[in-house]
């Protein structure tokens, strides 16, 4: 089975074709145009920007992916038969209203041109398929299993029976976690986006001076998280400390730190909970070298026999092979949406 997955839910746009063999799913090309230079001159993403950006790449993005994955377009015209496509998975939401839209629609429209079917993909869904691309054999015993998503726009604990069978057992009362990241930086003035930006200043550190930020609901009996607090709680500490700009690299550290002392606690917690023998780390923050440690060593002190399962780099922010990947799943069980019913949804719910 070969997949086609397109995604411009914010400012990437990404295409990627993956195949589908005995439960493993392969990445055969996985191309992604950033928009980043472009909207941080403006510390954050322009939706009206990010559209036209989109606009223009999105054909180009795919002819990439499909040359790439060695799959002749001619082969995909309407009429012939043996299509070298199986599906066309779609980010359809959540994320940027007019980024999803050019994402969606052209989706739809090479749907009903090439008379190929059409999976709709939840963004969110697709961040947590990126733990599916393997080049093993993915066995029945990766459930249930508990994923700690953590991205720009969303941070939630999912607690995952099979494929497609979500529970939300936990998220943030407020910011999300890559938010909280990118505001801090913002604060710190030192750029966009945040995330990468601490963890580099984090890295500076020399041990000298250590700053005390709080650990928001760490002690909570909840799975939920919250972290505006800690946002405020920098903006204060910052504000009373007139040296504050010659310890950017403590203030970055203290602030990683208090975020990944609470993704990992609650993740532990929510294991623990529901007995599971298996984590997942999905979304953009899941690039966090740190967390990625802090998350494995926690799992191997405090937990007995779970397994950890930690995206490839390339796969954890926005990218498209993570909606093949989903899709590639969606296609086997046959869900397949019609181009006359899929729909751009900026809400929409995992
Ligand atoms: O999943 P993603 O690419 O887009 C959304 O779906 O939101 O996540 C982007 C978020 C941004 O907030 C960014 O600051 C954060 O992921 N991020 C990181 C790192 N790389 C990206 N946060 C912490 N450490 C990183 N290395
Ligand atoms: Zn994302």
């Not at 750029?191 to 000298?208: D, F, L, Q, R, V």
């Not at 405020?232 to 550290?253: C, E, M, S, V």
């Not at 990944?260 to 997942?280: C, E, F, G, H, Q």
């Amino acid at each position: 089975m070969i997949i086609l997955g397109i995604e411009t839910s914010c400012d990437e746009t990404a295409a990627s074709v993956a195949s589908f063999d005995n439960g493993v799913v392969k990445i055969l090309s996985n191309v992604v145009s950033s928009q980043i230079n472009i909207h941080k001159k403006y510390g954050g993403v322009v939706p009206e920007i990010a559209a036209r950006e989109h606009m223009e790449n999105i054909i180009p993005v795919i002819d990439k992916a499909l040359a790439k994955a060695g799959i002749d377009k001619k082969e995909l015209a309407g009429g012939k038969k043996n299509k070298p496509l199986d599906a066309i998975a779609i980010a359809t939401g959540p994320g940027l209203i007019t980024s999803l839209l050019v994402g969606v629609e052209t989706a739809k429209t090479l749907s009903f041109a090439w008379d190929v079917p059409l999976v709709s993909v939840n963004h969110i869904e697709g961040h947590i398929y990126a733990n599916f691309i393997s080049e093993t054999q993915i066995s029945k015993s990766k459930f249930p299993t508990v994923i700690l998503t953590v991205s720009g726009g969303h941070t939630m604990i999912v607690l995952m029976d099979g494929h497609g069978k979500f529970k939300m057992i936990g998220e943030t009362r407020d910011d999300a976690a890559g938010e909280a990241f990118d505001k801090a930086a913002k604060l710190l003035g030192i750029g966009y986006p945040g995330g990468p930006a601490i963890a580099e200043e984090a890295e500076k550190w020399n041990g000298k001076g250590k700053i005390t930020l709080p650990r928001p609901m760490i002690n909570d009996k909840s799975l939920d998280l919250s972290f505006s607090g800690l946002k405020t709680a920098l903006l204060y500490q910052i504000q009373n400390d007139k040296n504050w700009k010659k310890r950017i690299p403590a203030y970055a550290h203290e602030f990683q730190a208090a975020v990944i002392d609470v993704l990992v606690s609650k993740t532990i917690k929510a294991a623990k909970k529901y007995n599971v023998n298996n984590i997942m780390l999905a979304g953009g923050v899941a690039s966090n070298i740190k967390l990625r440690e802090e998350l494995a060593r926690a799992v191997s002190e405090k937990l007995n026999k779970v397994n950890l399962h930690i995206p490839d780099l390339r796969y954890t922010t926005d990218n498209a092979a993570m909606v093949a990947a989903a899709g590639c799943f969606k296609t086997k069980a046959k869900k397949f949406t019609s181009w006359r019913k899929a729909k751009a949804d900026s809400n929409q719910e995992l």
